[in-house]
């Protein structure tokens, strides 16, 4: 259960886009529909923003947009707010019921 | 207003046991899948297990399976993780949470559990 592999930062000025990749393997990330991705502030629980690649649940903006292509996931934060900074961790279904998270990723809003 | 509140962390030796609870409110419980999530001091997100509605259908990380085990008490809203055979690398915040084909929508806000000489 190797974790997934995100790049450890990405960054963007206020209105602007950022894309946070999420790359796995065909025995996970690609083979299943079942990605999702959290944001987490510092000192504070974990906040679903995206499951089953896509989905938004209630309350979650729609600036929060997920893919995903073979073995690689994708987040999608449009028009960049401060409040955005913030870790955001993918995960993903592996079979046998399991998941596994990626390494994480920190936002930082210029 | 949904509620998942830890508790049972603290610190322990190593080669000991801890048993973490979950309490549950504002939500049908016994309808949810659930699951625990731990995080190292600094580091990430790690998945940890999950467990079914009627507690009969369960998943584990290799790092802990054999040594931990997931429950609930769906008559008491609980979810449980029995911790045995601890080593120092268990040492984390542990959160519960409910399982949204992965970890959910609802978080607890954590219980940290060292285990250390």
């Known amino acids: 259960q190797s974790a997934l592999t995100q790049p450890p930062s990405a960054s963007g000025s206020p209105g602007q886009s950022v894309t946070i990749s999420c790359t796995g393997t065909?025995?996970?990330?690609?083979?299943?529909?079942?990605v999702s991705w959290h944001q987490q502030h510092p000192g504070k629980a974990p906040k679903l923003m995206i499951y089953?690649?896509?989905k938004r649940p209630s309350g979650v903006p729609d600036r929060f947009s997920g893919s995903k292509s073979g073995n690689t996931a994708s987040l999608t934060v449009s028009g960049l707010q401060a409040e955005d900074e913030a870790d955001y961790y993918c995960s993903s279904y592996t079979g046998s019921d399991k998941f596994v998270f990626g390494t994480g990723t920190t936002v930082t809003v210029l | 207003e949904v509620q998942l509140v830890e508790s049972g962390g603290g610190l322990v030796q190593p080669g000991g046991s801890l048993r973490l609870s979950c309490a549950a409110s504002?939500?049908?419980?016994?309808?949810?899948?659930m699951c625990w999530v731990r995080q190292a001091p600094g580091k990430g997100l790690v998945w940890v297990s999950r467990l079914n509605t009627d507690g009969t259908t369960t998943g584990y990380a290799d790092s802990v399976k054999g040594r931990f085990t997931i429950s609930r008490d769906n008559a008491k809203n609980t979810l449980y993780l029995q911790m045995n055979s601890l080593r120092a690398e268990d040492t984390a915040v542990y959160y519960c949470?409910?399982?949204?084909?992965?970890?959910?929508?609802?978080w607890g806000q954590g219980t940290l559990v060292t285990v250390s000489s």
């Open positions: 504002g939500f049908t419980f016994s309808s949810r899948w």
């Open positions: 065909s025995s996970d990330v690609g083979g299943y529909n079942y």
């Open positions: 949470a409910t399982d949204l084909s992965g970890p959910g929508e609802y």
């Open positions: 089953e690649v896509s």
